[in-house]
């Protein structure tokens, strides 16, 4: 048979899992555990090591230790990471909602010019009146089609928001009641 050579593994950084943060973090829990456990596990063997040989402590010079950091909990260096994900996504929401309103308030403004230009007619209507208003008309053809798509997909989404809000309120109406009804479990259950 023959074997191919194996090639060498690349030795990646022990710190770095990923691209994600949350990753990263919850790795470095694991890598003071292990060096923790190492130097707990040499200290114990040096001084095995020296009841057995007869020597004190008080004469064997200490060599130095690694520098072990307390653990810390995976929570305690994540929550601040949530959090700061959860008001950045809440500002970008909020401004997202405001440049929506805005956008709204244009659209009315928008309505009122249209009407406006429709109603007054040129005196003497020409070729460049009638290129004016099929331009128009096709511009307003391709806004209607797209307010139609959105009006269709925000109704979905609207009546997707009502629905959970309907779960919610029942839940908060009748309590563990309703959260633990067997009906309700087995009505949601997924299969």
Excluded: C
């Amino acid at each position: 048979m023959n074997q191919q050579p194996q090639q060498p593994k690349k030795r990646l950084n022990p710190y770095v899992v990923g691209d994600n943060v949350l990753e990263t973090v919850r790795s470095l829990g694991g890598n003071i555990t292990k060096t923790a456990q190492d130097s707990a596990t040499q200290i114990a063997s040096d001084a095995l090591h020296d009841i057995i040989s007869g020597r004190t402590t008080e004469t064997v010079p200490m060599e130095p230790r690694e520098h072990v950091q307390p653990r810390i909990s995976n929570k305690e260096l994540i929550q601040p990471l949530i959090q700061k994900d959860l008001a950045e996504t809440k500002q970008k929401l909020d401004a997202i909602r405001q440049e929506l309103q805005a956008l709204s308030k244009s659209i009315r403004g928008l309505q009122q010019e249209i009407q406006t230009a429709v109603m007054e007619m040129p005196v003497d209507p020409g070729v460049y009146h009638l290129n004016f208003f099929e331009q128009l008309k096709m511009l307003l053809k391709g806004i209607r089609e797209r307010v139609d798509d959105s009006r269709v997909w925000l109704n979905a989404w609207n009546a997707n928001v009502k629905k959970k809000r309907g779960y919610w309120g029942m839940y908060k109406k009748h309590g563990t009641s309703f959260g633990l009804s067997s009906e309700r479990t087995l009505a949601t259950q997924a299969g």
